[in-house]
């Protein structure tokens, strides 16, 4: 059987596993994505209380079926569950395989300073190779990285395999190099975190910008010529709806908004 054929049998598809950006919503989760093609699952992110959704849609109280893992940045709401991932592998299924995980080097060593060791056992269940980076062969996935404007190293990642192509953030501030990650893209995961949308939250710090607006996500899009966009990493509290119609006016496309749950099938 080729791969083509493989394809059609086993469409491809993201699920939603946490949308909130800083810290989670009642019922809700901070930044993750599983996607699925061909039968390879690899999750973008794991932020504060991923974890229980992604071994929910594994359906494996040890992570089993999970291929790969790939982290933006070193932020809690972004990577904090890769030590309960580590756990999940360490005791339940210590001596399996290890497992890639792409990620900049301060989320390894975020992951392993939880530890009592040297790092030894995190190394143990985990492959980490650096990022951003050239380019890896990840499954099927072809995975691009850029760096992107954050307070922190943010590599944005773009995952093609033949017939999709998706992109996502991470956490960044307005920067050309956004729409060259997400350009053509079936679909862009890009945060809108719309900070300012809650009048008591203490301003983002002065300088250059480390967050977007959805107004700014939807430009981005549109710059990049992705044919859908999903919004994610919300400020908790803020009407996403008003996110949604914000970009609608910078971006002609399909406008998603991330819920913990959502299923796309792509492309
Ligand atoms: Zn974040």
Redesign the pocket.
């Known amino acids: 059987m080729n791969r083509q054929n493989r394809v059609v049998n086993s469409p491809a598809n993201v699920t939603v596993l946490g949308s909130c950006?800083?810290w989670p919503e009642p019922d809700r989760a901070?930044?993750g994505f599983l996607l699925e093609y061909d039968g390879f699952r690899v999750v973008l992110d794991l932020?504060y209380g991923t974890l229980p959704r992604l071994l929910a849609a594994l359906g494996s109280t040890t992570a089993d079926g999970l291929d790969a893992v790939v982290v933006t940045?070193a932020?809690p709401?972004?990577m904090i569950d890769v030590h309960g991932l580590f756990r999940a592998r360490w005791f339940g299924r210590q001596g399996a395989p290890r497992i890639p995980l792409f990620a900049p080097r301060p989320v390894l060593d975020r992951v392993m300073s939880l530890e009592e060791d040297d790092g030894s056992a995190v190394a143990r269940v985990f492959d980490w190779h650096p990022l951003p980076a050239t380019a890896y062969d990840v499954g099927p996935f072809s995975l691009h990285s850029a760096e992107l404007p954050h307070s922190v190293l943010n590599a944005g990642v773009r995952l093609s395999a033949p017939g999709l192509t998706m992109a996502y953030t991470?956490?960044t501030g307005p920067d050309p190099a956004i729409a060259e990650l997400g350009r053509d893209a079936d679909l862009f995961i890009v945060?809108a975190?719309d900070r300012a949308q809650q009048p008591g939250t203490a301003p983002a710090p002065e300088g250059r910008a480390m967050?977007m607006t959805a107004g700014q996500a939807g430009a981005a899009a549109s710059e990049a010529g992705a044919r859908r966009l999903l919004l994610t990493?919300f400020w908790p509290g803020n009407d996403r709806s008003l996110s949604r119609a914000d970009a609608e006016a910078t971006y002609d496309g399909e406008v998603l908004i991330a819920t913990e749950g959502l299923r796309i099938d792509l492309p």
Do not use: I, R
């Open positions: 950006g800083a901070c930044s932020g940045h932020h709401d972004h991470g956490d945060e975190t967050l990493h």
